[in-house]
Nanobody, 128 residues
């Protein structure tokens, strides 16, 4: 059974950090590209970052998170991480990870329809 489980969300003050985890079961994450998405109340789900399935694990980021967020992969743990630093109130959302056949680190990797498997999400709240 293919499953993705996110964890690591929580409440953090503006300027703080969180590390989200996306753990996979039923398949090897290194055979898929992984994307992180987020959805705030009343807004559409948007792509935040991706890491491709090819050997060099290229990455791509939404402009608004560049320099603050870092996506990485630990194949031994079958887990992908999203390190989020300098968090802003506008980063607050439910964050989802997704797996798909993503070969290129370009804007298309932030498109929801490119992904086949989704986790249930983890809540990130940024507030003082």
């Amino acid at each position: 059974q293919v499953q993705l489980v996110e964890s690591g969300g929580g409440l953090v003050q503006p300027g703080g950090s969180l590390r989200l985890s996306c753990a996979a079961s039923g398949f090897s994450l290194d055979t898929y590209g992984i994307g992180w998405f987020r959805q705030a109340p009343g807004k559409e789900r948007e792509g935040v970052s991706c890491i491709v399935s090819s050997g060099d694990s290229s990455t791509y980021y939404l402009d608004s998170v560049k320099g603050r967020f870092t996506i990485s992969r630990d194949n031994a743990k079958n887990t992908v991480y999203l390190q989020m630093n300098s968090l802003k109130p506008e980063d607050a959302a439910v964050y989802y990870c997704a797996a798909g056949e993503i070969l290129d680190a370009d804007p298309i990797c932030l498109v929801i329809e490119e992904y086949d498997y989704w986790g249930q999400g983890t809540q990130v709240t940024v507030s003082s």
